[in-house]
C-alpha cells in the first residue's frame, strides 16, 4: 500500500543545455526553444548565454540543422530544514522524497550531493548551523535543431 501523505510530486523547473550544467547555478527555462537566440550577423542561430547579465555575456556556438542538441529538465521536489549539530548528528524537517536524487544549499552548486548525509559530510560545519536545502533531479533528453522554423524537435527512440 503506498502512503500518499509521503509522496511528493515534483515541479517540472524547466531545462538548461547541457553545454551549461556544469556553470554556476543557470537558471532553468520552460523549454528548448526558450535558449535560442537569433544571431543575424552569423545569419543562423545560437543558445542563449548563460548568464545573460554577465558583462560580456557569450552565446553558445551557432547552431547547425539536424543537429542534436542534449537538455537537462531539472525537477523539484521541494526544500526542507537542515539542522547540523555536528557531522554526525543532524536532522530535517522533511526526508530525501523518493525519485529526488540530489539535494544542495539552493544557489550553491558546489553543494550538489546525492543525499542528506553526503551534504552534510561535504559542509563539515565547524559549529551547529541550520540551513535551507532544496531536493531535485536531472534527467537528459536529446532535441534536434530544426533551422528552417529555428525551433527544436524532441528526438523520438
Do not use: H, N
Not at 542534436?68 to 530535517?92: C, H, M, N, P, Q
Not at 544542495?104 to 535551507?132: F, H, K, N, R, Y
Amino acid at each position: 500500500m503506498i502512503d500518499a501523505s509521503t509522496m511528493t510530486m515534483p515541479r517540472d523547473r524547466g531545462v538548461v543545455p547541457f553545454l551549461y550544467c556544469d556553470e554556476s547555478s543557470v537558471a532553468p527555462r520552460a523549454t528548448p526553444d526558450d535558449w535560442l537566440v537569433r544571431d543575424d550577423e552569423a545569419g543562423g542561430w545560437r543558445l542563449a548565454p548563460s548568464d545573460p547579465d554577465d558583462d560580456e555575456p557569450k552565446a553558445g556556438p551557432l547552431l547547425v540543422e539536424g543537429e542534436i542538441e542534449i537538455f537537462a529538465r531539472v525537477l523539484d521536489y521541494g526544500r526542507a530544514t537542515l539542522k547540523i549539530e555536528s557531522a554526525t548528528l543532524w536532522s530535517v524537517d522533511r526526508p530525501q522524497p523518493p525519485g529526488a536524487a540530489l539535494v544542495w544549499v539552493p544557489g550553491d552548486p558546489d553543494t550538489m550531493a546525492d543525499s542528506v548525509e553526503s551534504l552534510v559530510e561535504a559542509l563539515a560545519p565547524g559549529q551547529p548551523e541550520t540551513i535551507e536545502i532544496e531536493y531535485y533531479s536531472v534527467t537528459d533528453s536529446g532535441w534536434v535543431f530544426e533551422a528552417e522554423t529555428g525551433s527544436f524537435r524532441a528526438v523520438t527512440p
